[in-house]
């Protein structure tokens, strides 16, 4: 596992594995972009996309105000790891230069933490974890409410950290923050969402349930390109479902994407060992993996790193959810609008100077279009400005690091060795990349078959569908595919034969939205959400059962709303009626929170009741609350003496801590 401390080569969320279709994509382009030329390439002031300021031409039209590199990273932080609460200082081992990537100057020096470390920090997360799952659920939801105000507040210091360690532009740091903010709070409303079930039984006389519970240690490994949200999003789901954190960021923002995350839970009041920040090296990276007392990893990075981390996390039967890399491709249908289709080509390919997972590495373009299409996209390539964005408004910012500017010139290198064409660009200044358009690509050459992380648009010609599909399918990796056609029944055919976890339609390749799952198949991960709610990424169900002579008394509520027709109600408390329906919603129904009610024949519910019955216990000290919506033999009986329809057998309940 030499590889698990370089920084991870992409930008992942939740795997999901149906077609994701966004066919208004056309209209969002029109909400979010201004063209006052034809060769105007971004967006201005929308929150749906990186960079939603200026253009890629120009940057940020507004005055640059750089800010003293020295005052963003604050003496707490440098050479310290975040351990129980408190920064502790690593004197006596030397610590890791954080540069400054469009300048190489020195950001700070980060602490590098070492097996001792891990270990004390995974001992905090054990023991602050059962104390904080056992926290009611508006606990849990209010300290993710703070931390997102306090990131609110201290956002213009972010997005200048996030520029400095990472060489993006401001709208893309900007864009960052946002969204960081908005997993907070949808991390909030998931602490009071978190179902079950009452199962069925062949003994009259039990009673079963199944409930989700926290998984416990949460080992996070996190990398460069989109450091505070990659971070933001498995740490605030895993918190809000009674979960502890471990996170070891990537040692090329560890602070942006690791110890100022750490100093807004501190603010905001978590309690020590909560969330745990240690950066590391090869050996502290390989001792997480394995540690006996971690209970889940979370990867998101190269799909090489992420499979040795599977292997050792299998050969423990470790729960791990890795996001992985990808080799995307926008597909431009013969009947598509070519300035369109140029404008999120262009967007797709060189945002962030194309490092992240959910770049569009390959250009499919139907015959008829493809000449127009290279001419146009070539003409928005030249007029990108590149420089430093902290200084000087520019389009794109340097390359995360040598390393990762070398490969990508080398996978350019070998394909023009091969024989493809550089029809604009690949000029390497340093780190900084122009924007690179390159024609006469073949199935066997580097940029057709490996992921690039550059901002490179090899593009290909196809002559029908069937030939699109095929060469949308000729890779190992399943994240995202984009289809661009005017007619959207057309482009959902297409959809779904494409491989892939994410299909977009007329619309970007790089789109991404807390309410939504996101990851690929094959190559591009494993674990994850996998299209399920989202309680399934930091929990787990187990059943238990008990014999209703063991029970004690149940007092039954119901919230009573005609679904339709009149009918006489059923006689049950109404004490904690107008609660119910305030928490739950008219249109909550007893399927569960947010699911519509379903009128298929298996699935209608009779129409005497409208939410759920609750069933609770007398109170004790840690007692549980436990709702459902069919109920014993009593709430049957007492049901039909009142009229009522049949009540479905099992259903679910919710814990309300």
Not at 92 to 108: I, M
Not at 127 to 154: F, G, H, K, M, N
Not at 236 to 249: C, E, Q, T
Not at 301 to 311: F, L, P, Q
């Amino acid at each position: 596992m030499s590889d698990l401390i370089v920084s991870a080569v992409s930008d992942h969320k939740w795997a999901y594995t149906s077609v994701k279709a966004s066919v208004t994509a056309v209209s969002c382009w029109q909400r979010f972009t201004k063209m006052p030329s034809p060769v105007h390439v971004g967006v201005d002031r929308g929150r749906s996309f990186p960079a939603c300021r200026g253009s890629l031409e120009g940057g940020d039209r507004k005055e640059q105000r750089r800010m003293d590199g020295s005052t963003l990273v604050k003496d707490s932080w440098r050479g310290s790891v975040f351990v129980d609460g408190d920064y502790r200082p690593l004197a006596q081992r030397s610590g890791l230069d954080v540069l400054e990537k469009a300048t190489g100057d020195v950001l700070g020096v980060a602490g590098l933490g070492g097996v001792a470390e891990l270990e004390e920090a995974l001992r905090g997360a054990r023991i602050a974890q059962p104390d904080w799952a056992a926290q009611p659920y508006t606990r849990r939801a209010e300290l993710l409410r703070a931390v997102a105000a306090l990131l609110q507040e201290s956002a213009q210091s972010f997005t200048e950290l996030i520029m400095r360690e990472t060489g993006s532009i401001r709208g893309k740091a900007e864009f960052e923050v946002q969204l960081a903010t908005e997993e907070l709070l949808t991390a909030a409303s998931l602490a009071s969402s978190v179902t079950g079930e009452i199962l069925p039984s062949s003994d009259p006389h039990r009673f079963s349930v199944c409930e989700r519970i926290p998984v416990g240690v949460v080992a996070l490994i996190t990398p460069w390109n989109f450091p505070l949200i990659l971070a933001t999003r498995v740490i605030a789901p895993a918190v809000a479902l009674g979960n502890s954190v471990v996170l070891k960021p990537s040692p090329e923002t560890p602070f942006s994407g690791g110890l100022a995350i750490a100093d807004l839970f501190a603010k905001a009041g978590a309690p020590a060992g909560l969330l745990q920040v240690v950066l590391g090296d090869q050996e502290f990276s390989e001792a997480l993996v394995a540690h006996r007392d971690v209970d889940m990893v979370h990867f998101t990075g190269s799909t090489a790193v992420g499979a040795k981390i599977a292997e050792v996390a299998g050969s423990q039967l470790k729960r791990v959810s890795l996001e992985l890399g990808g080799n995307n491709s926008l597909t431009v249908l013969d009947d598509a609008d070519l300035d369109t289709a140029v404008m999120i080509g262009a967007w797709s390919t060189f945002h962030f100077q194309g490092q992240t997972c959910i770049t569009a590495g390959r250009h499919l373009v139907h015959r008829d279009l493809f000449d127009g299409y290279v001419d146009r996209l070539a003409e928005r390539a030249r007029a990108i400005a590149v420089g430093d964005p902290s200084r000087e408004p520019v389009g794109l910012g340097p390359m995360i690091n040598q390393r990762q500017a070398d490969r990508a010139a080398r996978i350019l290198h070998d394909s023009v060795a091969m024989g493809a064409t550089v029809v604009e660009g690949g000029v390497i200044d340093g780190l900084f990349f122009r924007p690179t358009i390159v024609t006469g690509i073949t199935t066997d050459m580097p940029l057709w078959k490996e992921e690039i992380f550059a901002p490179i648009a090899p593009i290909m010609s196809f002559t029908d569908d069937d030939e699109a599909i095929e060469l949308i399918n000729d890779t190992d990796y399943g994240l995202v595919n984009s289809v661009l056609t005017s007619d959207e029944e057309r482009g959902q055919r297409l959809a779904r034969r494409i491989r892939s976890g994410m299909v977009h339609i007329n619309d970007a390749t790089c789109i991404d939205e807390p309410s939504a799952p996101f990851g690929g198949l094959g190559r591009s991960g494993l674990g994850g959400a996998s299209g399920e709610p989202p309680t399934s990424r930091s929990s787990r169900s187990v059943v238990g059962s008990r014999r209703n002579a063991a029970r004690s008394p149940i007092r039954i509520e119901a919230n009573r709303r005609s679904l339709g027709r009149s009918v006489a109600p059923c006689p049950l408390s109404t004490r904690r009626q107008s609660n119910w329906k305030k928490v739950k919603g008219v249109r909550n129904n007893v399927w569960g929170p947010g699911r519509p009610h379903r009128r298929g024949k298996r699935h209608i519910h009779p129409p005497a009741l409208h939410g759920s019955l609750s069933f609770r216990r007398p109170s004790s000290a840690g007692a549980r609350a436990v709702r459902h919506q069919s109920g014993s033999a009593e709430l049957r009986a007492r049901h039909r003496r009142a009229g009522g329809g049949p009540i479905r057998p099992g259903g679910r309940h919710r814990d309300d801590q």
